[in-house]
């Protein structure tokens, strides 16, 4: 290649002297409306750096001429949003499941509010939507422990289940076999008796044995057939819904070992109108209120 530039004879152009397998390269210039572009690109980055914050000191970074800053903006909206949301969670503060419905944007209101709190603070342990893992109910279906009307849902999260809190709801099932109440193989009996009480396949000889044990140690709390009672928070061990299972192997452990999960009191880390609206989802959004 030669210093001297050669003009393309097809277009005019002349070449840049690059020539690649006999392939020469025209040196066409930019369009002049890209370049203009380009500068003005150029002008408004600078301008941009002068009226925005920008540049990035050692201790901070330049404010700009308007000074403006989306914390201070963000901290506006969240302003208004509390203020908005105040209205409406005053109107919850002792309001009733009845006046909560016939109010459709209250309603709506306690609902999103609730289904944010339940995603902050309660599927942890009772999983997406409330479904249940072993040991923590399922909120969807209609067996509830403790009750599941609007007052008997709000009052379990307000004091929770066996919480260091005076007015907690309590109920203690012993530890049959660790604590040595029961010999094992009445614990074995036992088992038999609450699998055919609740229609699995058991041991009838031993089931007959285990009726006895069960009017004598649990019929006090889970009542004479075994239906459950809530005001102790004894389930009903007739149906098929089990907390914490219902095989052979886990009725065997639930009776040695008893059971005495833990939920927390929560009137000390959310407010009355809060607890209120995540009563109403779990009452209503979720489906498995009385």
């Known amino acids: 290649m030669s210093d001297h530039k050669k003009v ?13 397998d006999e392939i020469q390269e025209l040196d066409t210039p930019m369009p ?25 000191l050692i201790n ?11 914390r ?33 944007d209250l309603l709506r209101f306690a609902t999103q509010q609730g289904r944010t709190l339940f ?14 893992v072993p040991g923590y109910p399922n909120l969807n279906d209609d067996i509830w422990i403790w009750g599941g ?4 849902i709000k ?19 012993a530890a049959y076999g660790r604590d040595e109440l029961l010999e094992p193989a009445q614990i074995d009996d036992l088992v038999q008796h609450v699998l055919g009480i609740s229609g699995q396949r058991s041991d009838t000889v031993a089931a007959a044995r285990g009726a006895g044990l069960f009017a004598e140690n649990c019929a006090s709390c889970h009542g004479d057939a075994g239906k459950g009672m809530r005001e102790n928070g004894a389930p009903d061990l007739t149906d098929t819904d089990w907390l914490y299972g219902g095989t052979a192997a886990l009725l065997r452990e639930t009776i040695f070992n008893g059971r005495e999960g833990l939920m927390p009191n929560w ?24």
């Open 155 to 173: 009052q379990t999260i307000n004091y929770g289940i066996r919480a260091e809190h005076d007015d907690t709801r309590f109920g203690s099932m």
């Open 267 to 290: 009137d000390t880390r959310l407010s009355e109108a809060q607890i209120t609206a995540l009563s109403v989802y779990v009452h209503s959004d979720l489906g498995g209120g009385e």
């Open 149 to 152: 009307s609007f007052a008997d």
């Open 32 to 56: 002049r409306w890209w370049i203009n572009i380009m500068y003005i690109t150029i002008v408004w980055a600078i301008g941009y750096m002068i009226v925005m914050p920008a540049i990035p």
């Open 8 to 20: 393309d004879e097809h277009t005019g152009t002349e070449t840049t002297n690059h020539e690649w």
């Open 119 to 132: 995603g902050d603070n309660c599927e942890t342990c009772h999983g997406r939507r409330g479904q249940g």
């Open 60 to 70: 901070g970074y330049t404010k700009g001429i308007i000074g403006f800053s989306d």
């Open 72 to 104: 201070t903006r963000v901290a506006v909206a969240v302003e208004k949003m509390h203020e908005d949301r105040s209205v409406n969670s005053e109107k919850l503060v002792g309001a009733s499941i009845a006046s909560i419905q016939n109010d459709p």
